[in-house]
């Protein structure tokens, strides 16, 4: 099935057609075939967004581009990988933030740290929000920190060292909300607490596999969002900071292609064109879905910037 | 009826001819396993991991499925012919099946072993359709509190019900509990014993683990053993089994049926101790039990019966809770895992295609094993001839290849390497590989959820006595511990181990 869907995916993109044909940059590149590794598992959110921009990408680059799943580590293993490759625009990675920084800041040495990323484009973003089953008695975010102010509010988080969970952590340092986080095994089992009641509330990326089609469902309700500006396809959603909770990490879930930093600029250029062109199509958009696909092209030097950001804060909150 | 039309539609995918063919290959698959001794259906089911990376999810289960219960009617062949458990369920038929070989009733043996797994099949598939929707119900209300209960008694059933002695078994189970500590803290998230390898921030890959305890550590044995496989049984005799054959086993086959339904629902369980608690029953309701050792027929039934339908009954823990009972579920946990498919409470409203795929394809995959198995013996007595050498060899390459392609990473197959000589070891010292999986298994999903527990309670240990399934288990949990110290039941509990 997941096979059937990447071929169609892969079908789509190619009726669709990426319009412009590829850089004219100067030099040869590319020359042969350009792998991505994913250090994640086939089947997960960032996997799945890079298997369907990949095929344009190959249209773009005009070479055959494979996507490499290089699993462990929480990302550590794939991403060391691409870091000790060759810079020469041939191995590049699809990662996400919290991939690409927090195995340095949490295990020290594992053969890469954040400043081994070039991004050349953003792939994919998913906000984190707070969410309550549909049958909650909080209708709206001041409910439930006024709840957490008089007496305990268990909050489901996937994994203590989630964006998510170092978000809330970082939110229960900064105030006196009894909140109790509660990890769970991915957005997946988070959800499945949060529905059954195991939990009151759940903190979570709004990821287009578990979380979204729940909210378009109703069966669980958004009460607000961790990061600092509304979000496009929920703008009736508060920001925690216009509630008054400032100075939390940054909790954009996102992920991007990178290349290594000394990969030659005429490369970056030419890859950061085939993202932009690949990131601008309407078919990749809707595949990605709505509220994933960055609604314009987010170039290389912002992700880098967000990354950097996303970095400090992560640094700060877990050290 | 709901019930009759999801059937209905899970038996005409099951029909469809991609699904046929996979139906076809995993039983034939199995029932070769089966036959031969080494390679059990935890390794083939693993070997055959990779292939399914391809597949449609439903066609991915199907063909392993195939493999677990094909393997449990192949498995009796080796032991009757040949006195050599094909398999570990097969173990109690190397006894009175080989007897009635000797006497030439291979065919009769053979015969009743097919037609009793063929009906404990179609038993434990009419239990999946009819109580694992319900069970799956039932299991959205287990919480952390529940799953930390049933992961203990699970672990409990694992160290008293293994082959060999409580105290090694013991040793296995805690070997697999400290294995599994390696990696995250799935609490805090901090790193165990990474040992500053980033492949071990992860843990060990279950896979790679498996195959290496279960596969290679077989085949290092083996070759230790330099068993020599020589078929003495040249007269099968007939196979199929006459009125008043089928009179005499109806009663063991049912209650072999029974056995292994509800032995294939407990974690731990599956074809092993269906068929030996199946044994002992039998001896236990014979009018005649002194002929059980000699040649009864009723002890080859039984068991054998109760092997299959444990195997298929396994599938409701999986597909209903997300609970592997055993190491070949645990591998088809793993296969769905990387189809995107979380095998848990939602998973037959979330995709009632997998379900009722596989219900239907075990309903024609029985089929097909009956038919395969009654004609086919002299056959597949051919193939248990292949020289020992030439098995091994081939094994140890697919098993390297296997280990690779699960994450594309040579790590793996190291891990697989050194599980496979330290499993051949703990062998040698009498220590079975099996706990050692389980406890590798069901230990993770223990201490999440009990210190999950904890969280949500404030610390409070009232939590695992605050509702009325968590109250049912611990009550399990302290009988079988009880039952394993005492003197009466443990004497009975040795005397199946001696005739192992």
């Known amino acids: ?319 | 009826m709901d019930v009759l039309s999801n059937f209905a539609g899970g038996l005409e995918l099951a029909l469809s001819a991609e699904n046929l063919l996979f139906v076809l290959l995993g039983v034939s698959v199995g029932m070769m396993v089966g036959v031969l001794p080494g390679l059990g259906p935890a390794p083939t089911v693993a070997l055959l991991l990779p292939i399914t990376f391809g597949l449609d999810s439903t066609t991915a289960i199907i063909l392993l499925a195939g493999v677990y219960y094909g393997a449990m009617y192949g498995g009796t062949i080796t032991s009757v012919l040949l006195r050599i458990p094909g398999e570990a369920a097969s173990v109690v038929s190397t006894v009175d099946g080989h007897e009635m070989a000797k006497n030439g009733q291979a065919g009769r043996a053979l015969g009743l072993a097919a037609i009793g797994s063929f009906i404990g099949g179609l038993v434990a598939t009419a239990c999946l359709i009819l109580f694992a929707p319900a069970l799956a119900d039932f299991a959205l209300s287990f919480g952390s509190p529940e799953y930390a209960v049933l992961a203990l008694l699970g672990l409990i059933l694992v160290s008293y019900t293994s082959a060999g002695t409580m105290t090694k078994s013991l040793i296995a189970v805690g070997i697999g509990l400290i294995l599994a500590t390696i990696g995250q803290d799935p609490m805090t998230g901090g790193s165990r014993w990474a040992l500053g390898v980033p492949a071990l921030l992860d843990g060990i890959d279950e896979v790679a683990v498996i195959m290496g305890l279960f596969g290679l550590s077989e085949i290092l044995n083996n070759v230790a053993d330099n068993r020599r496989r020589r078929s003495s049984i040249r007269n099968v005799g007939r196979v199929l089994p006459t009125g008043r054959d089928l009179r005499e086993n109806a009663g063991a086959i049912g209650r072999g049926s029974v056995i292994g339904t509800g032995l294939g629902l407990v974690p731990g369980g599956g074809g092993v101790l269906g068929s030996l608690v199946s044994y002992g029953v039998e001896r236990k309701v014979s009018a005649t039990p002194e002929r059980f050792g000699r040649g009864a027929p009723q002890a080859v039934s039984g068991p054998e019966t109760a092997n299959n339908s444990a195997s298929i009954s396994t599938f409701i823990p999986l597909l209903t809770l997300g609970f592997p009972p055993n190491g070949v579920l645990a591998v088809i946990f793993g296969a769905l895992l990387i189809q995107g498919v979380t095998p848990g409470p939602t998973l037959i409203a979330d995709h009632p295609e997998i379900f009722w795929g596989v219900v239907g394809s075990m309903v024609i995959g029985n089929v097909m094993l009956l038919i395969m198995n009654i004609p086919l013996v002299p056959l597949f007595v051919k193939i248990a001839e292949i020289p020992p050498e030439v098995l091994a060899a081939l094994t140890v390459a697919i098993l390297i290849v296997g280990a690779y392609s699960i994450n594309g990473n040579a790590f793996d197959v190291g891990v697989m390497v050194a599980a496979g000589i330290a499993g051949y070891l703990l062998r040698r010292l009498g220590i079975p590989p099996a706990p050692i999986v389980l406890a590798f298994i069901l230990g993770p999903i223990f201490e999440t959820n009990f210190r999950r527990s904890l969280i949500l309670s404030d610390g409070s240990f009232g939590i695992f006595v605050s509702s009325p399934v968590t109250v049912v288990l611990l009550i399990a949990a302290m009988t079988v511990l009880a039952s394993a110290v005492l003197p009466k039941v443990r004497r009975a509990r040795e005397t199946i181990e001696a005739e192992d």
């Open chain 1, 1 to 319: 099935m997941k096979f059937a869907t990447v071929a169609a995916v892969g079908a789509a993109a190619l009726v669709a057609s990426c319009s412009a044909l590829g850089s004219e940059g100067s030099s040869d590149y590319p020359s042969g075939s350009v792998s991505i590794i994913v250090p994640v598992p086939a089947g997960s959110s960032t996997d799945l967004s890079t298997r369907v921009v990949a095929p344009c990408l190959e249209e773009e680059l005009g070479t055959s581009v494979v996507v490499e799943n290089r699993e462990g580590g929480s990302g550590a293993v794939g991403n060391g990988v691409f870091a000790q490759a060759e810079a020469d625009g041939y191995t590049l990675v699809s990662t996400t933030a919290a991939n690409a920084a927090l195995p340095p800041i949490l295990e020290g040495n594992v053969g890469y740290t954040v400043d081994d990323f070039r991004p050349v484009g953003m792939i994919g973003v998913a906000p984190v929000v707070l969410l309550v089953p549909a049958d909650s008695p909080f209708q709206s975010a001041e409910d439930l920190f006024a709840a957490a102010e008089s007496g305990t509010v268990t909050v489901g988080v996937p994994g203590m060292t989630s964006v998510p969970g170092i978000s809330v952590n970082a939110l229960i340092d900064r105030t006196d909300l009894q909140i109790e986080p509660v990890p769970f095994d991915g957005n997946g089992g988070t959800m499945a607490a949060l529905v059954s009641g195991e939990v009151q509330a759940g903190y979570m990326s709004a990821d287009g596999g578990v979380a979204l089609p729940r909210i378009e469902s109703g069966e669980v309700r958004v009460l607000a969002t961790a990061v600092t500006e509304p979000i496009e396809t929920m703008p009736d959603v508060p920001t925690l900071e216009s509630l008054g909770y400032s100075g939390l990490p940054y909790a954009d879930s996102f992920w991007f292609l990178a290349a290594q930093p000394e990969t030659p600029n005429e490369v970056v250029t030419t890859l950061e064109d085939a993202m932009e062109t690949c990131m601008t199509s309407e078919s990749i958009a809707s595949e990605l879905g709505e509220g994933v696909a960055p609604s314009s092209f987010i170039d290389g030097a912002e992700v880098k910037k967000r990354l950097e950001q996303a970095a400090g804060d992560y640094a700060e909150s877990v050290g």
